[in-house]
């Protein structure tokens, strides 16, 4: 007896390889079977296939489905059941493709072709021109690897053993045994180093034991993405490790097949990890159309993986709101992402194009002026915009809604929309004073004086690292605020790495709130003070409060960082009870990169998540793409570029 079957596998965003999976599965004669691609009213994507077959000819399609769909970190959740008809009949499978069906899967390597190219075990170890039938892998090769061979990547390898460096070309970046320092004699170390050190794992066995990691990070970064999370050391590690000093990492395995094959030569030589850094490509730095697909930046925001910021040069996404502009700009200084607006006016969701670019150095050049003006523009509406665009896929009118848009590189806000729909900035973060001797006057000058001169007396050190610290430009922010509160409570910082003492100090901060192990913490003030238009916060008091809890003899770091973001967290919870009760808040919108801060992100769920409808749209980033396609909804009328 024949049944009929539905696999359904159920994602946050498309994946290309689950819709290559469906139509591979679909040439299988022995079998009556289709698929289909759908999109429910929430956005998820459906992957369908739908069989009818004998049981145990189900069976073993059932296995060779669950040993080729490849884990993608977009999967929220897989489904077997049986039906009594077909949802898609095989005439109109292709019909549900978004785009044009693909000849491979979108793989550099597989399950099939890893085990022997990228196993030492193999005797094609190391050939990466290794003939794949179901990722073409080979085919996905640059032409620098395609003329490697067994030997060159040995010999490679020993290079890198030898000499601590290794350039890679064909990568664009250095792979390093040690961190580079500051005074890196290394020419073509990149000029413009990620924000902290980067890691490429060798042995993922060693994961656990060198780093806080949880489940769903492990499963991330072994998915298809291979995306880069960070992670934080606690200082788990051997003193025989090579990067003992620092404490938060760029995690990332290796992305493709060349990688692969060294990082399992060195896992056989007993290397964990190894740093990578990026190398400067100027002719690509000045081109007119600079390269803009970046790796996979991923944040956890209300139990959900999203972009920090968008990577992939393109993309198409539906909205159920319609939208009052056809074109939205965003630029944060070095990228615009661009929002348009392609639906027709009877359409029920509106397909929204979005692309973004990087300026190169000779528009930034030619344009500064433009491009200082935009951004003095969008910092007038980018709460707004978030708030709107996190609302996009919502059937009615938004209104009753808040958003807390919290970023590293803008202004962060929250504002509201009443029940009639009529927008209010309720908070603005102060801007704080780009230098220490500026910073230090400021609180001299405020009712926290006499704390900062016992401060200055009980911790001499702490005080001058006060006076020399340089904050970036846009700093009305928690990331402005971080670094100070880091110097407070002591986190200490690394004179010879070539990052920033600026991202060393929010990184320790951050470290140190995700370390705390205990539930009880110091309570910091988080003062609202009322401006001319709107509110904003006495951060001269929150340092203050810090101030008085290492005076009086608080030493345990970790235990000050977690009460910071504890603080914040209760105070943000008392201010949307306040807004509550007078405007009604059902939805509330999470936005910014500073949602990328594990231990910020852990309170306020903690505070919020059992009085308020906590929304995060995953079709878009937390601090990119998501203000423009803001831009397409906001109801005022255009005004340079900041709609």
Known sequence: MKHLIQFEFICLKPVPLYAYLCQYFTLRTEFDISFGIVKDDKQLTHYIIEACALQTELESLADEIAANFLLSVWLVDTEIKR?????????????????????SAPLFFCQHCQPIFGDNQSQQFGELNLLCAHCHGETKLTAVQQGLTANDIRAMVDTLLIQGELPLLSEKLIISIDEPLKNSTSESLSEHLTLRPHILMCNPNTLNAQFLVNDYQVLALSSIEKPILTLVSCDKQTESENCSHAIRYDVQFAYNRLLQVICERLRQKGINWVYISPTVDKKRLQAKHAEVNKPLRLARVNHQWIEIQQTTEAISIDILQPCLHDHAVFNDGNKQFTATDQSNSQDHLKTIFLSHSIYSEEDLAANAEQITTNLSENDQHLGYRSLLAGLANRPDKPKNAAVLYFSQQHKSQIFTLDGQSKAECFFEFAAIP???????????????APLLNKFKQQF??????????????????????????????????????????TQQLLDGIISLAQCYQGSNAPRIDFQLVKGEAVRSLNWCKTLGTLMSF??????????????????????LSNWLAHLDQNIGINQLVLAGSEFSYPPLVRQ?????????????????????????????LLPIRRRGSAV
């Open 83 to 103: 039906i009594h008809n077909k949802q898609f009949p095989p005439e109109d499978a292709l019909k549900s493709l978004s785009t044009a069906p693909l000849s």
């Open 434 to 448: 780009e230098n220490g001797y500026e910073i230090c006057h400021q609180i001299l000058s405020s009712k926290q």
């Open 460 to 501: 001499p050190q702490s005080y001058l690292r006060l006076l020399d610290l340089k904050l970036p430009q846009q700093n009305a922010n928690l990331s402005g605020l971080l670094p100070m509160a880091a110097i407070i409570i002591g986190c200490p910082i690394n004179e010879n790495s070539p990052h920033s003492v």
């Open 550 to 571: 290492r005076i009086a003899g608080e030493q345990d770091k970790a235990k000050l960082a977690y009460g910071f973001f504890d603080s914040f967290a209760d105070y």
């Open 604 to 632: 306020i769920q903690l505070r919020l998540a059992n009085n308020f409808t906590l929304v995060v749209d995953s079709q878009m980033d937390l601090d990119g793409a998501n203000i423009a396609v803001g831009g397409l």
